[in-house]
């Protein structure tokens, strides 16, 4: 009878160390993903801080196409176009329509374009600080009155159409 309560005892022993060792494992797991996910955050903050750009030379090309400079004023490269998106205020419609990125160099209506990349010849589709490129915006409205630059890290900025 001693014997089995010895066996008894040594097996409630291993399972507590088992659950211990489980239980401090995803402690130790979650803390390295909290931490990870709070750098992570910290940079993006950093990124967005660093990033700025302003618009000038806002023209019509029609009734419903225009085109502008951006200009990097910000320490940050700006390179991800295709998570930039530009916002139009449509005045005849009162609507605000969405327009993506394209990517080529004849634009679709609904969509924007790089249509002069300056002098960028070191880092091609990057918009580097003191840079400038002139951009298309063909819209689907019949009379766009103001618009707005959003970045992928979400800075902005905005402008009215003459």
């Not at 489980?22 to 402690?27: D, H, K, P, R």
């Not at 390295?32 to 992570?40: L, N």
């Not at 955050?41 to 502008?68: G, R, V, W, Y």
């Amino acid at each position: 009878m001693a014997v089995a309560d010895l066996i008894g005892a040594a097996v409630g022993v291993i399972l507590l160390v088992i659950v211990a060792y489980l239980l401090v494992g995803s402690v130790l797991s979650t803390a390295q993903i909290v931490s990870s996910a709070q750098k992570s955050a910290t940079l993006l903050q950093e990124q967005q801080l660093k990033t700025d750009f302003t618009i000038s030379n806002a023209t019509m090309i029609d009734t419903s196409d225009f085109n502008c400079t951006i200009s990097n004023t910000g320490n940050e490269v700006i390179s991800d176009f295709t998570h930039m998106d530009v916002i139009v205020y449509d005045s005849g419609s009162n609507t605000y329509n969405l327009y993506p990125y394209s990517s080529s160099t004849v634009g679709n209506p609904g969509t924007w374009t790089i249509i002069n990349q300056g002098h960028d010849v070191i880092h091609q589709l990057e918009l580097d600080p003191g840079n400038s490129y002139i951009i298309e915006v063909m819209t689907t409205g019949s009379s766009p009155a103001w618009f707005q630059v959003t970045t992928g890290n979400g800075v902005y900025a905005s402008a009215f159409l003459l």
